[in-house]
């Protein structure tokens, strides 16, 4: 199935709580706002929250005569959503499964989901470089547009495991994008001032001594965390934030990959 789809992003971190999932949404709405057709896959299986990030909880995918049906979040059929959520009772129950069951699972969402045509398929994974990015990286083997986006948080700690997530991309020959820094700072909602509460420029730092593009800076905006589980883009919502200046110039800069023919 991933044939039809122009060209797959990676959203990748060797660290849990970053904020994979939120950039992960927050760019598949970006990039349907600016009028491409979109996937979003959801590989974290243990934890997986982007259908309750998307106001999606509830929903049910089917199966169709060529695959699964993503569940859709418009009825124009713009932005498309797979989560082994959706096959959940509960968003209280747990996934305990062993590595090999993982690893089919993530096949099947690979290479039975029926997309249709897409320019952009968005990969939510799960933290570290296991199960079940290895076999991600072996099903996108064939796919000819493939590249990864890496989230960090401003603390050294962070930064440490990004750079064991840098080391993987090499080894398997994905290539990077760039480095977004998420939680840099609080923006006051009202007078927009940042503050640092933890540090800031670990991910700038982190770009340059890995010869990357630095993607920009993500403060903690309690605008953007109250969009979370109303399915709605920062972009659109709050258009001057920081957040959707970052988000506006990365959809940009993927527009520019399509138009021309990369």
Same mark, same amino acid.
């Given at each position: ?12 971190? &060797?660290? /849990? ?26 590989? $974290? ?6 259908? =309750? ?18 569940? =859709? ?16 009772? +509960? ?6 499964? #062993?590595?090999?069951?993982? +690893? ?7 290479? $039975? ?16 470089? +296991? ?18 986006? *890496? ?11 990004? #750079? ?20 840099? /700072? =609080? ?14 420029? &670990? ?5 340059? *001594? ?14 953007? /965390? ?21 988000? /506006? ?8 990959? *399509?138009?021309?023919?990369?």
């Amino acid at each position: 199935m991933l044939e039809q789809v122009k060209q797959v992003i990676l959203v990748l971190s &060797g660290k /849990g709580g970053v904020g994979k999932s939120t950039v992960s949404t927050q760019l598949a709405l970006t990039l349907k706002e600016k009028g491409f057709k979109v996937g979003l896959l959801d590989i $974290d299986l243990c934890g997986p929250s982007v259908p =309750y990030i998307l106001n999606l909880e509830g929903k049910s995918i089917h199966q169709g005569p060529e695959g699964w049906i993503p569940v =859709y979040l418009d009825p124009e059929q713009r932005l498309g959503v797979m989560s082994i959520g959706f096959l959940l009772n +509960s968003r209280n129950d747990a996934v305990v499964w #062993r590595g090999p069951k993982k +690893s089919s699972m993530i096949k099947q969402f690979l290479e $039975d989901v029926c997309w249709q045509d897409l320019d952009f398929l968005v990969i939510d994974t799960p933290p570290g470089t +296991s199960d079940e990015h290895i076999t991600v990286m072996e099903n996108l083997r064939p796919v000819k547009n493939c590249a990864a986006i *890496l989230v960090t948080t401003p603390q050294e700690v962070a930064i440490e495991d990004v #750079r064991k997530e840098i080391t993987f991309c090499r080894k398997t020959g994905i290539p990077i994008m760039g480095i977004i820094e998420n939680m840099s /700072g =609080y923006e006051c909602p009202s007078c927009s001032h940042c503050t640092n509460i933890f540090s800031s420029g &670990g991910g700038h730092s982190l770009a340059e *001594l890995a010869k990357l593009p630095f993607l920009g800076t993500l403060p903690i905006d309690p605008r953007v /965390g109250q969009l979370a589980g109303r399915g709605l883009p920062a972009v659109k919502e709050i258009p001057d934030s920081s957040t959707s200046k970052v988000f /506006g110039n990365i959809v940009d800069s993927l527009g520019g990959l *399509l138009s021309n023919g990369l």
